[in-house]
């Protein structure tokens, strides 16, 4: 199974890291494939650690995909890392071992420790489309233009019907970066 998750890494001096990623997860098993270069990786490899933390402000995932990553931290409990405080729950990780790869190698770890902060109440059909349209965000590079406006087309209908002030916020940055790489394409 896939799940979004923010990652939070840090380095050997204690700066952190928040990337949002979909980590393969099996049991106490997780698998994070982040791409080269990129300082989730960097991090992992240095401290052989990771948290994972489930989050149901979408804020946080289009923020750290916007330029946007500075979002409360705390000390985690059982590792060395650091817990996004709006966090409902967090599992923190310790490294096992590598699979290797020149693009994006498969870092499988182990949960060390799980908590639960807050009840989970679901996500409603913004904050899916927020969490869609980040994900889009992150491939503006790969996939044609024409198909990341159709998708944000189909997911503006889902949007417009039940987003909050929170889901505003955070589709407003993703619209932004999509307007911003049009105007770029079309110089």
């Known amino acids: 199974?896939?799940?979004?998750v923010i990652v939070t890494t840090q380095n050997n001096s204690g700066l952190a890291h928040l990337a949002p990623m979909g980590i393969h997860s099996n049991g106490d098993e997780f698998i994070i494939l982040p791409f080269r270069p990129s300082t989730t990786?960097?991090?992992l490899l240095e401290s052989k650690t990771a948290v994972l933390n489930y989050c149901d402000d979408v804020r946080v995932f289009a923020g750290c995909l916007t330029g946007r990553r500075d979002w409360p931290l705390r000390a985690a409990e059982k590792i060395k890392g650091q817990v996004l405080q709006?966090?409902?729950a967090h599992t923190e990780l310790e490294l096992l071992r590598i699979e290797d790869d020149?693009?994006?190698p498969r870092l499988f770890c182990k949960a060390v420790h799980t908590v639960n902060h807050a009840p989970f109440k679901g996500f409603n059909r913004?904050?899916?489309?927020?969490?869609e349209a980040a994900i889009l965000i992150?491939?503006?590079d790969w996939l044609p233009l024409a198909k990341i406006e159709t998708e944000i087309d189909y997911l503006r209908i889902g949007f417009e019907k039940t987003a909050g002030d929170r889901e505003v916020e955070a589709?407003?940055?993703l619209m932004t970066v999509i307007e911003k790489?049009?105007?770029e394409a079309k110089v």
């Open 126 to 131: 913004a904050q899916y489309s927020v969490l």
């Open 1 to 4: 199974m896939i799940q979004e």
């Open 181 to 183: 790489f049009k105007a």
């Open 138 to 140: 992150s491939r503006l």
């Open 41 to 43: 990786l960097n991090n």
């Open 102 to 104: 020149p693009t994006r």
């Open 171 to 173: 589709w407003g940055w």
């Open 86 to 88: 709006c966090a409902l």
